[in-house]
């Protein structure tokens, strides 16, 4: 049986090898590594056009929408906090597009620390900008830290009713968006999961499933792709 094929969203950086430096499509092997490991096939996908994402809808059997810089505010109404880096304005116009794209084509997904952020902006829902003012307190931007998960949950049935973590965040889900549910929460109740109601496997956490030695996770998706 062919394994099913499961995109990966990419960076678009400068980089070097050898003695050429030049814009590329990057990514962390993490995610690759995990998705092999899990019996899918792992395929980049470059944050180019916005139009193509319905092709990559309909061309894959699975998509994770990896972690990454953080969603521009103006998105969903916020002005831009100078403590956060950044945004990148491409990779935010490739991937809401892509992520509604997955939704309207029921495609299996797992959206990643800031591909939960993306999933939930394009659903219609808001980010806490600089979540340590809002929570008086840093301990989201420590590595590890305990979530509980509800059980009647595909999260919870792929990981059990809690899970220590990795994924030091400064952002988080303020407002919900359309048709997601919270089912994972730190202990000052911050969302750290949701699930698309009604759709096949649609999953976003806030922390990075593919580090480390457990993969049920992404075997879940990959397992959710598969024809």
Do not use: C
């Not at 070097?16 to 490991?37: D, F, I, M, N, Q």
């Not at 049935?157 to 809690?162: E, N, S």
């Not at 030695?213 to 879940?220: E, F, P, S, V």
Request: proline share 7%.
């Amino acid at each position: 049986m062919p394994r099913p094929l499961i995109g990966i969203t990419a960076y678009l950086e400068a980089a070097r090898w050898g003695t050429w430096v030049r814009e590329a499509v990057l990514s962390p092997h993490a995610y690759a590594r995990a998705v092999e490991k899990a019996g899918g096939a792992p395929v980049l996908l470059p944050p180019m056009s916005p139009y193509a994402a319905g092709d990559y809808a309909r061309g894959l059997d699975g998509l994770i929408l990896a972690g990454g810089a953080p969603v521009d505010p103006a998105l969903y109404g916020e002005s831009r906090d100078d403590r956060v880096e950044e945004p990148q304005a491409h990779r935010d116009r490739f991937e809401m597009a892509l992520a509604e794209a997955a939704v309207r084509a029921d495609l299996p997904f797992l959206a990643i620390s800031r591909g939960m952020h993306v999933l939930n902006v394009a659903q219609g829902g808001s980010l806490i900008p600089w979540l340590p003012e809002a929570v008086a307190h840093e301990r989201h931007g420590t590595a590890r830290h305990i979530v509980t998960v509800s059980v009647s949950s595909k999260l919870g049935k792929a990981i059990g009713d809690h899970a220590e973590v990795t994924g030091p965040h400064h952002q988080a889900v303020k407002r919900l968006g359309t048709g997601l549910l919270a089912v994972a929460w730190a202990d000052d109740q911050i969302v750290e999961g949701v699930e698309l109601q009604g759709h096949r496997f649609g999953v976003g956490v806030q922390w990075h499933p593919e580090r480390g030695a457990d993969n049920r996770l992404i075997q879940a998706l990959v397992d959710a792709a598969r024809p």
